[in-house]
């Protein structure tokens, strides 16, 4: 079946620091694929998105290639910063419709 | 664009009761609704997916009749939980989608708080 798979967490980082959160997802279909973040109290909101192989998703400073060869959608920032503490989630549609599965997300702090 | 609320943000009930949540697409007509629930520290779990005016499908080991589905209008849905216990207390979380194929837009989510 579908699944997506997120490293081990929690993660904390200085502020500006370098961030990388790994994803890979099962190669099954032509999915598509999201980062979500949600911030403490709040619901999912969209960061980014790719929909085929070999596209970046961007927003906000954090970036994600769909990578068909190694089955990754890794997301990374170059400098984060103390708002982009949140819990962050990758997921894949099944390619047949929009139907989602998440990955069990990550929690990101980012020290001043 | 692509705004989805949900109403109530918490809410607190006494054990037999019944409590509804409703999923409203703002700006879009949403072909279908996603119902989730979300535990503490762990990732979301769907509950069931709604088509505007047919059936909801759940998922395996949902219990249909504790969780009554209502998708009347492109952009309502309604979650009911009937006779809600303590395990029920959770966070529910709706999405809702323009199309079969297109990317899902959450909801702020729901407390809920069962006594």
């Known amino acids: 079946g579908n699944s997506v798979t997120q490293m081990e967490g929690p993660v904390t980082l200085s502020e500006e620091a370098f961030l990388t959160i790994n994803c890979t997802y099962t190669?099954?279909?032509?999915?598509?694929l999201f980062w979500y973040v949600q911030y403490p109290g709040e619901g999912l909101q969209l960061l980014l998105k790719?929909?085929?192989?070999?596209d970046k998703g961007s927003n906000k400073g954090f970036e994600a290639t769909y990578r068909k060869e190694t089955t990754s959608f890794h997301l990374e920032k170059g400098s984060v910063q103390v708002s982009d503490s949140a819990v962050y989630f990758c997921?894949?549609?099944?390619?047949?419709?929009?139907?989602?599965?998440f990955g069990k997300g990550i929690t990101l702090s980012v020290r001043p | 664009g692509a705004v989805v609320s949900q109403h109530p943000s918490w809410v607190i009930c006494k054990s037999g009761t019944s409590v509804k949540i409703e999923c409203r697409s703002l700006?879009?007509?949403?072909?279908?609704m996603f119902w989730y629930r979300q535990f503490p520290k762990q990732s979301l779990m769907l509950m069931a997916t709604?088509?505007?005016?047919?059936?909801?499908?759940?998922e395996q080991g949902v219990e249909k009749d504790k969780f009554l589905i209502n998708h009347a209008s492109l952009t309502l849905s309604t979650l009911t939980v009937t006779s809600a216990h303590p395990e029920d207390s959770s966070f529910y979380i709706c999405?809702?989608?323009?199309?079969?194929?297109?990317?899902?837009?959450f909801g702020p989510g729901t407390r809920l708080t069962v006594l």
């Open positions: 999405s809702a989608s323009p199309g079969v194929l297109d990317t899902q837009y």
């Open positions: 190669a099954t279909g032509y999915p598509s």
């Open positions: 790719a929909t085929k192989a070999d």
């Open positions: 997921a894949r549609t099944d390619g047949a419709n929009s139907k989602l599965t």
């Open positions: 700006d879009f007509q949403a072909t279908t």
């Open positions: 709604s088509n505007e005016g047919s059936k909801a499908t759940y």
